[in-house]
């Protein structure tokens, strides 16, 4: 199954992708958030791109609660799937930027790119732990949970 994974952010959004095989989460693009012009590009990147399932980063505190921008990014995931047609995941996004920047930074990515590509490159965090999660779970690919 195709995924999109969203690190949503009140000023940009952080794109990535899976293979079919739900192997892979690679970085695609860091877009600016602008409303509903954002949503229709979304809504043609998935038909062009082939995604079958969307995967939205939901921000959590490191206690699990729900952080004061929680909302907005469950909105626009609800609100993409819903002009998709596409099944929407919420996946905790707790430290996924950390995560992302930490990885840059090994690969050896100097800081003026890393600012550029730390959104999308949290969106594969983001879809990579939830692609983990569902192997460990036994969830074959293609199939939603």
């Known amino acids: 199954m195709r995924w999109l994974a969203i690190d949503h952010g ?7 992708f899976s293979d079919e095989l739900e192997i892979l989460a690679s970085p695609f ?6 409303g509903e012009r954002t949503l229709d590009r979304l809504a043609r990147l998935c038909g062009e791109e082939g995604v079958q399932a ?3 980063g939901l921000p959590r505190h490191k206690d ?12 626009f995931g609800e609100a993409l799937a819903a002009r998709t047609g596409l099944p929407l995941r919420l996946v905790n996004e707790h ?7 930490r990885l840059l930074r090994e ?14 490159a949290a969106a594969a ?4 732990e939830m692609l983990e999660d569902r192997r460990a779970r036994g ?5 939603l949970d």
């Open 125 to 128: 965090v983001i879809l990579g």
């Open 95 to 101: 430290l996924s930027s950390a995560e992302a920047e």
């Open 139 to 143: 969830i074959p690919p293609g199939q």
């Open 64 to 75: 699990g609660a729900e952080s004061a921008t929680a909302p907005a990014a469950r909105a």
């Open 107 to 120: 690969r050896g990515v100097k800081a003026d790119k890393r600012k550029l590509l730390l959104d999308a």
């Open 54 to 56: 969307l995967c939205v």
């Open 10 to 16: 009140t000023k940009k959004l952080g794109l990535a």
């Open 29 to 34: 693009e860091v877009w600016p958030m602008d």
